[in-house]
């Protein structure tokens, strides 16, 4: 009976520390891609992605010469402006499959392969 007031404290010890662990795993680092928005449309024009970690992938459009001056991703009600020379962000956890995505016009088109 008497290490029983010592083997509560360790036990609740013991969980705190793995729940800390746990926590901490699931804060992963984002995966990070910059595509290019140019005459000739998307640069690259697939990715290839990792399903369940944060995504961030920066758009940049370098020309006026091109339709696509914004990007939808639909499968992840993604619609965003992406104006001239700025850099944009869009940020989403992507799950496993492939999608799509493309300018507002659907004329510039990609891929996310999330394996």
């Known amino acids: 009976m008497k290490k029983l007031p ?3 404290p360790l036990i609740a010890a013991v969980i705190a520390v793995a729940g800390f662990a746990i926590a901490q795993q699931k804060k992963a680092e984002p995966q990070t891609a910059r595509i ?3 005459a000739q449309g998307f640069q690259p024009a697939s990715l290839t992605l990792k ?3 944060p995504a961030q992938i920066t758009f940049l459009r370098t020309t006026n010469d091109t339709c696509a001056t914004s990007v939808v991703i639909p499968d992840y009600k993604i619609n965003k402006d992406i104006p001239l020379n700025k850099p944009v962000v869009v940020e989403f956890t992507p799950r496993k499959g492939t999608f799509g995505f493309a300018c507002g016009m659907n004329m510039y088109q990609g891929k996310l392969v999330v394996q």
Do not use: A, H, M, Q
Request: proline share 11%.
């Open 51 to 53: 399903p369940d970690v």
């Open 36 to 38: 290019t928005i140019n």
């Open 6 to 8: 010592i083997i509560i």
